[in-house]
């Protein structure tokens, strides 16, 4: 069952080399593909007005207790989580860049021409529509091999270090970093909750499609 899957799978356009700047064409659409998947979960959950990522709720309540802005706290949370990256012996590739830059103009894109629903049901169902995309989009990108953003990069990381199942070692991480963004005084919503409880079993859901429709 996909909520047991441990690894990242390899398909036939995965790259060989996770460590690799001429990745073949294929390899490079997918991963391309896959991210803009991740980034449009994202701008749909954020149009939704259900509340945020937890990651974007941790930003808000740091922010809400020192004197910067959550662009500079977020950015700032990504060096830390890269620096996180030295004991469990990840590695920077195409995808790491490719993944802040895609992401953030899916995200933008869909903020501009995608409206919000006008009833809380509506709302719901696009919420729990852009999770389940966040998280198969984060499984075409990651089956792909060319390098992880850097939340992901510590989920995989974290997996091959503990051996527990990709599902609940994401899971974990998302309701972890939503319970400090709370206390610390940011913003939680029904997606918000979603998101935490439901990108794990998503991104396992994600990689085992992959597996299953290119093996």
């Given at each position: 069952?996909?909520?047991?899957?441990?690894?990242?799978?390899?398909?036939?356009w995965?790259?060989e080399?996770?460590?690799?700047?001429?990745?073949r064409?294929?390899?490079?659409?997918?991963?391309?593909?896959?991210?803009?998947?991740?980034?449009l979960?994202?701008?749909?959950?954020?149009?939704?007005f259900?509340?945020?990522?937890?990651?974007?709720?941790?930003a808000?309540?740091?922010?809400?207790?020192v004197?910067?802005?959550?662009?500079?706290?977020t950015?700032?949370?990504?060096?830390?989580?890269?620096i996180?990256?030295?004991?469990?012996?990840?590695?920077?590739?195409?995808?790491?860049?490719?993944?802040?830059?895609?992401?953030?103009?899916?995200?933008?894109?869909?903020i501009?021409f995608?409206?919000?629903?006008?009833?809380?049901?509506?709302?719901l169902?696009?919420?729990?529509?852009?999770?389940?995309?966040?998280?198969?989009?984060?499984g075409?990108?990651?089956?792909?091999?060319l390098g992880?953003?850097p939340?992901?990069g510590?989920?995989?990381?974290?997996?091959?270090?503990?051996?527990?199942?990709?599902?609940?070692v994401?899971g974990?991480?998302?309701?972890?970093?939503?319970?400090?963004?709370?206390y610390?005084?940011g913003t939680?919503g029904?997606?918000?909750?979603?998101?935490?409880f439901?990108?794990?079993?998503?991104v396992?859901?994600?990689?085992?499609?992959?597996?299953?429709?290119?093996d």
């Amino acid at each position: 069952m996909f909520l047991k899957i441990k690894k990242i799978p390899k398909v036939k356009w995965s790259s060989e080399k996770t460590y690799n700047f001429k990745p073949r064409l294929s390899t490079l659409f997918f991963c391309c593909f896959g991210l803009m998947l991740f980034g449009l979960g994202e701008g749909l959950l954020i149009v939704s007005f259900t509340g945020a990522s937890p990651w974007s709720v941790l930003a808000q309540g740091i922010s809400l207790n020192v004197n910067l802005s959550i662009g500079i706290i977020t950015f700032l949370i990504s060096i830390s989580v890269l620096i996180l990256w030295i004991p469990l012996d990840q590695k920077l590739g195409i995808a790491t860049i490719l993944n802040a830059l895609i992401i953030a103009a899916m995200i933008d894109l869909c903020i501009k021409f995608v409206p919000t629903p006008s009833n809380y049901f509506n709302q719901l169902i696009l919420a729990i529509v852009s999770v389940t995309t966040v998280g198969i989009g984060g499984g075409i990108y990651l089956v792909a091999n060319l390098g992880a953003g850097p939340r992901d990069g510590l989920m995989v990381g974290l997996q091959k270090k503990t051996n527990f199942p990709i599902a609940l070692v994401r899971g974990t991480l998302e309701i972890t970093v939503v319970s400090i963004g709370w206390y610390l005084g940011g913003t939680v919503g029904v997606g918000t909750l979603l998101f935490a409880f439901g990108i794990g079993p998503c991104v396992a859901l994600g990689l085992y499609l992959v597996d299953k429709i290119f093996d």
